[in-house]
């Protein structure tokens, strides 16, 4: 079974454990005359595949006790991937989901890191500086990059650890691995959300 996640900028498909992430045309030209599963957050490539390809959408399939109505569905099907636990998704936006109890316990939607990073940069070119993305949050820092990296690390990490309390900790998207190195025992997975539609779609 071949698996598609639509995004706004990208589609991502899973087919035998693997995981492409493409341009929409790429990914039309390259399975559009395959039989594919998908979800979709954008009404816009929803068209384009609707319109050029023989894809089957599931995104009704995908349904999270709890969840609250206009939730992506990407977002559920990565809550449904792994059971209780505290679920990122590292990508344009940055979104933290909490499963507790088998049910959708509520969440957070914060910019993107690199969202932050092009924020600053538009208040000052002074500000126009790539983050240390490895910098101690334990420390106080001294210096314009070192406190820009900082003031983007730090509320980040510390929303996550308020947010995680003793669950699991889940990772995907494509500034995952960055997010995940910031903690111990986190789980990265680029697979997460494919979990979820699999799970939604044998539950049917």
């Not at 493409?22 to 390259?30: C, K, Q, S, T, V």
């Not at 001294?142 to 406190?147: A, V, Y």
Request: charged share 25%.
């Amino acid at each position: 079974m071949i698996l598609a996640d639509i995004g706004n900028r990208h589609i991502h498909i899973y087919e035998e454990g693997r995981v492409l992430h493409l341009e929409p045309e790429e990914a039309i030209e390259l399975f559009g005359e395959r039989i594919v599963h998908y979800i979709c957050v954008s009404p816009w490539v929803r068209e384009a595949v609707v319109r050029e390809t023989y894809w089957r959408e599931v995104s009704e399939r995908v349904t999270l006790p709890g969840a609250y109505e206009g939730m992506g569905v990407d977002r559920r099907a990565l809550c449904l991937s792994r059971g209780d636990g505290l679920y990122i998704d590292a990508g344009s936006a940055l979104t933290l989901d909490r499963v507790e109890g088998g049910r959708y316990a509520g969440g957070a939607i914060l910019p993107g890191l690199h969202a932050y990073r092009k924020a600053l940069a538009a208040i000052s070119p002074v500000l126009d500086l790539e983050p240390d993305w490895g910098i101690d949050p334990k420390r106080l820092p001294k210096g314009t990059r070192e406190q820009l990296s900082y003031g983007i690390i730090a509320p980040i990490r510390h929303e996550i650890e308020h947010l995680r309390g003793d669950l699991p900790l889940y990772v995907t998207g494509g500034d995952g691995p960055l997010v995940a190195s910031w903690f111990d025992e986190a789980r990265y997975d680029d697979t997460l959300v494919f979990e979820g539609m699999m799970k939604a779609m044998e539950n049917r």
